[in-house]
């Protein structure tokens, strides 16, 4: 058994109404609330990322959903392992089980009922040599007639650790996650069984914890581009894409909040239907980051939480 999603991730910051602008020009909505931020994709029943006031940035909690009969299960795990039982943080609810892992991050699993999945879109059709599924029509619109880009939903979470190998151990036997591809002790991708995209979490080596992005699902490669674009054009330069991975094959376009860190858009993921027919790989470093683009900024991997 497991948890069954990803709920949301909270960030501590030192300036709330600057994360506000740069998350609700992301394209996410925003709403302020006991002196807290809260922001959710279009469409979502629940937020994505709440924003809490600090004197920097730094992770302030992740957040699953798991079924009732699971939270009481995975308290038991809890005490077999390395992690320890946790206090709410203040602004938040007592309900469920508040936990902190190895790294002393702290998690919040809570009895949740699956978000209804995300309606249809239009397929994303590309004419390639031997097959022309569009016809008699255009791709694109003009820049002035293309809408604003809008996520669809909170994917995955990238965190910082010092120990990998001893990160994802944890996240395997008391959260249920299993080990999608990794990359040495550099990298290391967790999806949930049961039918998961490619990764829902995920570890980069560092000397501290720390949060390094939260990617959000867009509707196509186009508007992966589209949205990176609008960002750079607004002020938020120093980002990373646009380009593809391939561990998990999502196109990608990593866009700098003010406190370096990111907010990715990403499109076209993997999918693991049966964690029992996914053959695990191991990358090199390289590919443990992309396939094709620009070259990563020099800071990408750099933890400005130390």
């Not at 960030?11 to 002196?35: H, I, S, W």
């Not at 892992?101 to 209804?116: F, I, M, R």
Request: with cysteine; hydrophobic share 35%.
């Amino acid at each position: 058994m497991a948890v069954h999603s990803l709920r949301h991730y909270a960030l501590n910051v030192p300036d709330l109404d600057e994360g506000m602008k740069f998350y609700t020009e992301f394209g996410l909505q925003a709403r302020k609330t006991n002196g807290q931020i809260y922001l959710r994709c279009k469409g979502r029943e629940t937020d994505q990322v709440i924003l809490c006031q600090g004197p920097g940035k730094s992770l302030n909690h992740v957040a699953f959903g798991a079924d009732a009969d699971e939270i009481d299960a995975i308290r038991q795990r809890l005490a077999g392992s390395q992690g320890s039982l946790a206090e709410a943080p203040e602004g938040f609810s007592t309900e469920g089980l508040w936990l902190r892992d190895p790294c002393n991050a702290l998690l919040h699993v809570q009895a949740y009922v699956k978000e209804t999945p995300l309606p249809a879109e239009p397929i994303f059709d590309i004419n390639s040599p031997g097959h022309l599924p569009r016809q008699d029509k255009r791709a694109m619109l003009p820049r002035k007639d293309c809408p604003p880009i809008r996520p669809r939903r909170l994917g995955h979470v990238l965190l910082f650790t010092p120990d990998v190998l001893q990160r994802r151990q944890f996240f395997a036997d008391v959260l249920g996650f299993r080990i999608s591809d990794y990359s040495e002790d550099i990298l290391a991708f967790m999806h949930l069984p049961g039918g998961s995209e490619h990764h829902v979490i995920a570890f980069a080596k560092s000397e501290k914890a720390g949060f390094h992005h939260g990617s959000f699902q867009v509707g196509s490669p186009d508007e992966v581009g589209q949205g990176g674009d609008y960002m750079e054009e607004n002020g938020y330069g120093k980002g990373w894409g646009f380009g593809r991975h391939t561990v998990g094959s999502n196109f990608f376009w990593y866009v700098r909040d003010p406190w370096n860190s990111y907010a990715e858009y990403y499109s076209d993921i993997d999918y693991i239907a049966d964690s029992d027919q996914w053959e695990v790989a191991n990358y090199s470093p390289k590919d443990g980051f992309y396939n094709w683009g620009p070259p990563p900024p020099d800071d990408f991997v750099k933890n400005y939480e130390e």
